[in-house]
Protein backbone atom coordinates (compact mmCIF):
# COMPACT_ATOMS: atom_id res chain seq x y z
CA UNK A 1 0.00 0.00 0.00
CA UNK A 2 1.40 3.15 -1.21
CA UNK A 3 2.01 6.31 1.54
CA UNK A 4 -1.04 8.64 0.99
CA UNK A 5 -4.79 9.57 3.04
CA UNK A 6 -6.92 6.50 2.26
CA UNK A 7 -9.82 7.87 1.00
CA UNK A 8 -13.29 5.56 1.26
CA UNK A 9 -15.65 6.64 -1.85
CA UNK A 10 -19.14 6.41 -0.30
CA UNK A 11 -22.05 5.72 -2.70
CA UNK A 12 -25.25 3.68 -3.93
CA UNK A 13 -27.63 3.85 -0.88
CA UNK A 14 -31.48 3.32 -0.19
CA UNK A 15 -32.19 6.10 -2.48
CA UNK A 16 -34.56 6.54 -5.37
CA UNK A 17 -31.21 8.69 -6.74
CA UNK A 18 -28.95 5.19 -6.13
CA UNK A 19 -28.06 4.70 -10.02
CA UNK A 20 -27.25 8.20 -10.14
CA UNK A 21 -25.08 7.80 -7.49
CA UNK A 22 -23.38 4.83 -8.70
CA UNK A 23 -22.41 6.80 -12.09
CA UNK A 24 -20.68 9.50 -9.78
CA UNK A 25 -18.67 7.40 -8.16
CA UNK A 26 -17.38 6.10 -11.38
CA UNK A 27 -16.45 9.12 -12.35
CA UNK A 28 -14.70 10.46 -8.90
CA UNK A 29 -12.94 7.29 -9.63
CA UNK A 30 -11.30 7.70 -12.67
CA UNK A 31 -10.73 11.52 -11.90
CA UNK A 32 -8.68 10.85 -8.33
CA UNK A 33 -5.03 11.20 -8.34
CA UNK A 34 -4.28 7.34 -8.34
CA UNK A 35 -0.42 8.14 -7.30
CA UNK A 36 -1.69 10.39 -4.51
CA UNK A 37 -4.33 8.58 -2.78
CA UNK A 38 -5.42 4.79 -1.49
CA UNK A 39 -8.52 5.04 -2.96
CA UNK A 40 -11.38 2.12 -1.50
CA UNK A 41 -14.94 2.13 -2.75
CA UNK A 42 -17.61 1.81 0.24
CA UNK A 43 -20.97 0.97 -1.79
CA UNK A 44 -24.52 0.55 -0.09
CA UNK A 45 -27.02 -1.50 -1.75
CA UNK A 46 -30.85 -0.68 -2.11
CA UNK A 47 -31.45 -2.77 1.32
CA UNK A 48 -29.02 -0.57 3.12
CA UNK A 49 -25.93 -3.29 3.53
CA UNK A 50 -22.58 -1.95 3.14
CA UNK A 51 -19.90 -3.04 1.18
CA UNK A 52 -16.22 -2.54 0.71
CA UNK A 53 -13.59 -3.17 -2.00
CA UNK A 54 -11.09 -1.62 -4.14
CA UNK A 55 -13.18 -2.95 -7.49
CA UNK A 56 -16.51 -1.49 -8.17
CA UNK A 57 -17.49 -4.20 -10.81
CA UNK A 58 -16.57 -6.35 -7.55
CA UNK A 59 -19.09 -4.10 -5.63
CA UNK A 60 -21.77 -4.80 -8.54
CA UNK A 61 -21.27 -8.68 -8.50
CA UNK A 62 -21.78 -8.46 -4.82
CA UNK A 63 -25.43 -7.15 -5.79
CA UNK A 64 -24.52 -3.36 -5.03
CA UNK A 65 -24.58 -1.69 -8.16
CA UNK A 66 -25.95 -2.40 -11.18
CA UNK A 67 -26.24 -5.89 -12.45
CA UNK A 68 -23.67 -7.52 -14.52
CA UNK A 69 -21.59 -10.56 -14.45
CA UNK A 70 -20.10 -11.86 -11.62
CA UNK A 71 -16.52 -12.35 -11.62
CA UNK A 72 -14.78 -15.88 -10.74
CA UNK A 73 -13.15 -13.81 -7.38
CA UNK A 74 -14.68 -11.41 -5.88
CA UNK A 75 -12.85 -9.45 -3.36
CA UNK A 76 -15.20 -7.83 -1.37
CA UNK A 77 -16.42 -8.01 1.94
CA UNK A 78 -19.79 -6.81 4.02
CA UNK A 79 -18.58 -3.57 6.68
CA UNK A 80 -20.21 -1.41 9.02
CA UNK A 81 -18.71 1.64 10.39
CA UNK A 82 -17.85 1.78 13.83
CA UNK A 83 -19.47 4.56 15.74
CA UNK A 84 -17.29 5.38 18.48
CA UNK A 85 -14.98 9.01 18.19
CA UNK A 86 -12.88 8.07 15.44
CA UNK A 87 -14.02 4.67 14.81
CA UNK A 88 -13.60 3.25 11.10
CA UNK A 89 -14.89 0.08 8.73
CA UNK A 90 -15.40 -2.58 10.62
CA UNK A 91 -16.04 -6.23 8.82
CA UNK A 92 -19.38 -7.82 9.42
CA UNK A 93 -19.67 -11.83 8.87
CA UNK A 94 -21.64 -12.71 5.67
CA UNK A 95 -22.95 -16.07 4.78
CA UNK A 96 -23.48 -15.01 1.29
CA UNK A 97 -20.46 -14.25 0.49
CA UNK A 98 -17.54 -16.87 0.20
CA UNK A 99 -14.90 -16.68 2.63
CA UNK A 100 -12.44 -17.07 -0.41
CA UNK A 101 -14.20 -13.92 -2.08
CA UNK A 102 -13.21 -12.17 1.19
CA UNK A 103 -9.81 -12.78 2.26
CA UNK A 104 -8.74 -9.96 0.47
CA UNK A 105 -10.22 -7.38 3.43
CA UNK A 106 -10.23 -10.20 6.07
CA UNK A 107 -9.44 -9.05 9.92
CA UNK A 108 -6.78 -6.62 10.20
CA UNK A 109 -6.51 -6.10 6.36
CA UNK A 110 -9.91 -3.74 6.88
CA UNK A 111 -8.07 -0.36 5.55
CA UNK A 112 -8.71 2.62 7.92
CA UNK A 113 -10.21 5.80 6.22
CA UNK A 114 -8.55 8.97 6.23
CA UNK A 115 -11.62 10.85 4.39
CA UNK A 116 -14.99 10.20 3.13
CA UNK A 117 -16.48 10.90 0.04
CA UNK A 118 -19.80 10.64 0.42
CA UNK A 119 -21.32 11.08 -2.97
CA UNK A 120 -25.01 9.85 -2.17
CA UNK A 121 -27.51 11.82 -3.28
CA UNK A 122 -31.41 12.25 -1.97
CA UNK A 123 -32.42 10.05 1.19
CA UNK A 124 -29.73 8.36 3.64
CA UNK A 125 -27.16 10.11 2.01
CA UNK A 126 -27.57 13.52 1.30
CA UNK A 127 -30.18 14.40 3.81
CA UNK A 128 -27.91 14.70 6.92
CA UNK A 129 -28.52 11.03 8.17
CA UNK A 130 -25.37 10.07 7.10
CA UNK A 131 -23.71 13.20 7.83
CA UNK A 132 -24.73 12.22 11.56
CA UNK A 133 -23.42 8.75 11.52
CA UNK A 134 -20.18 10.06 9.90
CA UNK A 135 -19.65 12.74 12.72
CA UNK A 136 -20.39 10.28 15.31
CA UNK A 137 -16.96 8.03 14.13
CA UNK A 138 -15.37 11.44 13.89
CA UNK A 139 -14.51 10.63 10.66
CA UNK A 140 -13.85 13.80 8.01
CA UNK A 141 -15.84 13.60 5.39
CA UNK A 142 -16.58 16.02 2.28
CA UNK A 143 -19.79 18.31 1.87
CA UNK A 144 -22.19 19.87 4.22
CA UNK A 145 -22.74 18.78 7.75
CA UNK A 146 -25.45 17.72 9.57
CA UNK A 147 -27.85 20.87 9.84
CA UNK A 148 -26.85 22.44 6.34
CA UNK A 149 -27.67 18.78 4.54
CA UNK A 150 -30.88 18.08 6.48
CA UNK A 151 -32.26 21.53 5.32
CA UNK A 152 -31.44 21.97 1.80
CA UNK A 153 -32.60 18.41 1.07
CA UNK A 154 -36.17 19.79 2.92
CA UNK A 155 -37.05 22.28 0.07
CA UNK A 156 -40.08 23.78 2.79
CA UNK A 157 -37.56 24.09 5.49
CA UNK A 158 -34.82 25.37 3.31
CA UNK A 159 -37.38 28.38 1.98
CA UNK A 160 -37.75 29.35 5.12
CA UNK A 161 -34.34 29.70 6.00
CA UNK A 162 -33.81 31.72 2.90
CA UNK A 163 -36.77 33.90 3.55
CA UNK A 164 -34.93 34.89 6.32
CA UNK A 165 -31.82 35.77 4.94
CA UNK A 166 -33.95 37.62 2.56
CA UNK A 167 -32.98 36.58 -0.71
CA UNK A 168 -35.60 36.09 -3.29
CA UNK A 169 -37.28 32.90 -4.28
CA UNK A 170 -40.26 31.39 -6.50
CA UNK A 171 -43.31 31.88 -4.78
CA UNK A 172 -44.91 28.08 -3.18
CA UNK A 173 -46.84 26.51 -0.66
CA UNK A 174 -46.61 23.78 1.28
CA UNK A 175 -48.62 20.95 2.17
CA UNK A 176 -48.67 17.95 4.30
CA UNK A 177 -50.38 14.30 3.21
CA UNK A 178 -52.38 14.62 6.38
CA UNK A 179 -54.34 17.87 4.69
CA UNK A 180 -54.32 16.71 1.16
CA UNK A 181 -56.01 13.69 2.81
CA UNK A 182 -58.46 15.53 4.94
CA UNK A 183 -59.03 18.03 2.70
CA UNK A 184 -58.38 17.47 -1.00
CA UNK A 185 -60.67 20.66 -2.49
CA UNK A 186 -59.61 23.16 0.11
CA UNK A 187 -56.29 22.67 -1.17
CA UNK A 188 -56.49 22.69 -4.53
CA UNK A 189 -58.86 26.23 -4.64
CA UNK A 190 -56.01 27.66 -1.81
CA UNK A 191 -53.31 26.60 -4.25
CA UNK A 192 -55.01 28.21 -7.11
CA UNK A 193 -55.75 31.31 -5.73
CA UNK A 194 -52.54 31.94 -3.91
CA UNK A 195 -49.96 30.44 -7.00
CA UNK A 196 -52.23 30.42 -10.07
CA UNK A 197 -51.29 27.86 -13.21
CA UNK A 198 -48.93 26.77 -14.07
CA UNK A 199 -47.04 25.39 -11.56
CA UNK A 200 -44.35 22.69 -10.35
CA UNK A 201 -45.65 20.15 -7.55
CA UNK A 202 -42.52 18.49 -5.81
CA UNK A 203 -41.58 16.37 -3.48
CA UNK A 204 -40.09 18.00 -0.09
CA UNK A 205 -36.96 15.83 0.12
CA UNK A 206 -36.11 14.86 -2.87
CA UNK A 207 -33.59 15.18 -5.96
CA UNK A 208 -32.49 14.57 -9.14
CA UNK A 209 -36.18 15.62 -10.24
CA UNK A 210 -37.41 12.34 -9.20
CA UNK A 211 -41.67 13.22 -8.53
CA UNK A 212 -41.84 16.42 -10.20
CA UNK A 213 -44.70 17.72 -12.34
CA UNK A 214 -45.60 20.51 -13.98
CA UNK A 215 -49.40 21.40 -13.42
CA UNK A 216 -51.60 23.96 -16.01
CA UNK A 217 -55.02 23.24 -14.92
CA UNK A 218 -56.86 21.39 -12.12
CA UNK A 219 -57.40 17.62 -13.12
CA UNK A 220 -53.35 17.32 -13.53
CA UNK A 221 -52.52 19.41 -10.45
CA UNK A 222 -54.81 16.78 -8.49
CA UNK A 223 -52.67 14.07 -10.23
CA UNK A 224 -49.28 16.10 -9.97
CA UNK A 225 -50.05 16.30 -6.23
CA UNK A 226 -50.59 12.64 -6.21
CA UNK A 227 -47.39 11.49 -7.71
CA UNK A 228 -45.50 13.77 -5.66
CA UNK A 229 -46.92 11.90 -2.42
CA UNK A 230 -46.07 8.75 -3.10
CA UNK A 231 -42.34 9.79 -2.37
CA UNK A 232 -42.81 12.15 0.31
CA UNK A 233 -45.29 12.65 2.97
CA UNK A 234 -44.75 16.70 2.51
CA UNK A 235 -44.55 18.37 -0.72
CA UNK A 236 -44.05 21.91 -2.18
CA UNK A 237 -45.91 23.86 -5.08
CA UNK A 238 -44.43 26.65 -6.62
CA UNK A 239 -45.54 28.80 -9.11
CA UNK A 240 -44.16 28.31 -12.42
CA UNK A 241 -41.57 31.20 -13.74
CA UNK A 242 -42.00 31.43 -17.72
CA UNK A 243 -39.76 33.08 -19.76
CA UNK A 244 -36.53 32.37 -17.41
CA UNK A 245 -32.79 31.54 -17.91
CA UNK A 246 -32.30 28.39 -15.67
CA UNK A 247 -28.84 29.33 -13.93
CA UNK A 248 -26.67 27.17 -11.89
CA UNK A 249 -23.76 28.14 -9.91
CA UNK A 250 -21.38 26.03 -8.34
CA UNK A 251 -19.72 26.98 -4.61
CA UNK A 252 -16.57 25.62 -3.08
CA UNK A 253 -15.50 26.25 0.45
CA UNK A 254 -16.72 26.90 4.22
CA UNK A 255 -18.71 28.92 5.41
CA UNK A 256 -17.94 30.89 8.15
CA UNK A 257 -14.85 28.83 9.26
CA UNK A 258 -12.60 29.83 6.60
CA UNK A 259 -10.97 33.63 5.92
CA UNK A 260 -10.77 32.54 2.18
CA UNK A 261 -14.66 31.85 2.44
CA UNK A 262 -16.47 30.09 0.07
CA UNK A 263 -15.96 31.18 -4.19
CA UNK A 264 -18.64 30.98 -6.82
CA UNK A 265 -18.02 29.49 -10.03
CA UNK A 266 -18.64 30.97 -13.37
CA UNK A 267 -22.28 30.51 -14.30
CA UNK A 268 -24.14 27.95 -16.97
CA UNK A 269 -27.19 27.70 -18.08
CA UNK A 270 -29.30 24.47 -18.72
CA UNK A 271 -31.07 23.97 -21.74
CA UNK A 272 -33.75 21.28 -21.15
CA UNK A 273 -34.69 18.74 -23.73
CA UNK A 274 -38.59 18.46 -22.34
CA UNK A 275 -40.78 20.92 -20.80
CA UNK A 276 -38.70 21.37 -17.68
CA UNK A 277 -35.43 19.52 -16.75
CA UNK A 278 -37.02 16.60 -15.25
CA UNK A 279 -35.08 13.00 -14.39
CA UNK A 280 -35.08 11.41 -18.30
CA UNK A 281 -34.03 14.58 -19.66
CA UNK A 282 -30.98 14.85 -16.90
CA UNK A 283 -30.04 11.13 -17.07
CA UNK A 284 -31.38 9.10 -19.57
CA UNK A 285 -32.72 10.76 -23.33
CA UNK A 286 -29.26 13.14 -23.26
CA UNK A 287 -31.29 15.84 -24.94
CA UNK A 288 -30.29 18.94 -22.22
CA UNK A 289 -27.95 21.15 -23.33
CA UNK A 290 -25.60 23.23 -20.84
CA UNK A 291 -24.29 26.88 -21.98
CA UNK A 292 -20.91 27.61 -20.20
CA UNK A 293 -20.53 30.63 -19.54
CA UNK A 294 -24.22 31.58 -19.14
CA UNK A 295 -25.29 34.28 -21.98
CA UNK A 296 -26.23 36.92 -18.85
CA UNK A 297 -24.80 40.57 -18.74
CA UNK A 298 -21.92 41.19 -15.97
CA UNK A 299 -24.24 43.07 -13.32
CA UNK A 300 -26.81 39.71 -13.63
CA UNK A 301 -23.58 37.14 -13.08
CA UNK A 302 -22.64 38.67 -10.56
CA UNK A 303 -25.93 39.32 -8.83
CA UNK A 304 -26.56 35.57 -9.09
CA UNK A 305 -22.86 34.95 -7.85
CA UNK A 306 -23.40 36.64 -4.57
CA UNK A 307 -27.10 35.11 -3.84
CA UNK A 308 -25.51 31.97 -4.48
CA UNK A 309 -22.44 32.65 -1.25
CA UNK A 310 -25.26 34.52 0.40
CA UNK A 311 -27.46 30.96 0.28
CA UNK A 312 -24.71 28.98 0.80
CA UNK A 313 -23.63 31.20 3.98
CA UNK A 314 -27.76 30.91 5.16
CA UNK A 315 -27.32 27.11 6.13
CA UNK A 316 -23.81 26.89 7.45
CA UNK A 317 -22.60 24.97 4.14
CA UNK A 318 -19.25 23.41 3.95
CA UNK A 319 -17.49 22.02 1.31
CA UNK A 320 -19.42 22.02 -1.88
CA UNK A 321 -22.96 22.97 -3.52
CA UNK A 322 -24.60 23.75 -6.98
CA UNK A 323 -27.32 27.00 -6.56
CA UNK A 324 -29.78 26.94 -8.75
CA UNK A 325 -31.86 30.45 -9.84
CA UNK A 326 -34.11 31.81 -12.49
CA UNK A 327 -33.38 34.91 -14.32
CA UNK A 328 -36.18 36.45 -16.15
CA UNK A 329 -35.05 37.12 -19.79
CA UNK A 330 -36.35 40.39 -20.12
CA UNK A 331 -36.58 41.96 -16.58
CA UNK A 332 -33.30 40.24 -15.63
CA UNK A 333 -34.91 39.43 -12.14
CA UNK A 334 -32.90 36.75 -10.51
CA UNK A 335 -34.95 33.91 -7.98
CA UNK A 336 -33.38 31.52 -6.25
CA UNK A 337 -34.32 27.78 -7.07
CA UNK A 338 -32.72 25.93 -4.99
CA UNK A 339 -29.75 24.58 -3.11
CA UNK A 340 -28.21 21.14 -3.49
CA UNK A 341 -25.32 19.90 -1.00
CA UNK A 342 -24.20 16.89 -3.18
CA UNK A 343 -24.47 17.55 -6.48
CA UNK A 344 -23.67 14.98 -9.50
CA UNK A 345 -20.57 14.15 -10.14
CA UNK A 346 -21.41 12.04 -13.32
CA UNK A 347 -19.72 13.05 -16.64
CA UNK A 348 -22.54 15.07 -18.04
CA UNK A 349 -22.94 17.06 -14.86
CA UNK A 350 -23.00 20.60 -14.09
CA UNK A 351 -20.57 21.01 -10.82
CA UNK A 352 -17.84 19.62 -12.28
CA UNK A 353 -17.77 21.53 -16.22
CA UNK A 354 -18.52 24.85 -13.73
CA UNK A 355 -14.83 24.83 -12.12
CA UNK A 356 -13.10 23.18 -15.23
CA UNK A 357 -14.38 26.37 -16.81
CA UNK A 358 -13.56 28.40 -13.63
CA UNK A 359 -10.03 27.33 -14.11
CA UNK A 360 -10.17 24.03 -11.61
CA UNK A 361 -9.89 21.11 -13.29
CA UNK A 362 -11.65 17.81 -12.25
CA UNK A 363 -8.87 16.53 -10.25
CA UNK A 364 -7.65 19.35 -8.78
CA UNK A 365 -11.22 20.25 -7.65
CA UNK A 366 -11.15 16.82 -6.11
CA UNK A 367 -7.93 17.57 -3.97
CA UNK A 368 -9.80 21.23 -2.90
CA UNK A 369 -12.88 19.16 -1.76
CA UNK A 370 -10.69 16.53 0.46
CA UNK A 371 -8.64 19.46 2.06
CA UNK A 372 -11.98 21.11 2.82
CA UNK A 373 -13.25 17.81 4.35
CA UNK A 374 -10.04 18.08 6.63
CA UNK A 375 -9.67 21.73 7.43
CA UNK A 376 -13.71 21.40 8.52
CA UNK A 377 -12.68 18.28 10.60
CA UNK A 378 -9.93 19.90 12.28
CA UNK A 379 -11.96 22.93 13.47
CA UNK A 380 -14.14 20.78 15.25
CA UNK A 381 -11.40 19.08 16.72
CA UNK A 382 -10.66 22.11 18.77
CA UNK A 383 -13.77 22.17 19.99
CA UNK A 384 -14.85 21.29 23.79
CA UNK A 385 -16.61 18.10 24.24
CA UNK A 386 -16.84 18.05 28.05
CA UNK A 387 -17.55 20.77 30.27
Same mark, same amino acid.
Given at each position: ????? /?? @???????????????????????????????????????????????????? !??????????AADSVSTTTVSLSLHNQGNLTRLPDSSISESSISAFSGSHIPAVDVVFPVLHGTF????????????????????????? !???????? !????????????? =???????????? /??????????? $???????????????????????? =?????????????????????????????????? &???? /????? @????????????????????????????????? !????????????? &????????? $???????????? /???????? &????????????????????????????????????????????????????
Open positions: MKDGL /HI @GILFGGRSCEHEVSVTSARSILKALHRNKYNVHLIGIDKSGHWYLSDDIEAL !ASAGCVEKIEGEDGTLQGVLEMAGLPYVGCGVAAS !ALAMDKAL !AKKVFESANIPQV =RYMVCTVWQWQQ /HKNRVINQIES $DLGYAMFVKPANMGSSVGISKAKK =RDQLAIAIEHAFEFDNKIVIEQAMENCHEIECAI &LGNA /HISNA @GPAASVLGEIIPGAEFYNYETKYIDDKSQSVIP !APLDAKTTARVQQ &LAIEAFKAI $DGRGLARVDFFV /HRDSREVV &LNELNTMPGFTPISMYPKLWAASGIPYPKLLDRLIELAIENHQSKQLLKRVF
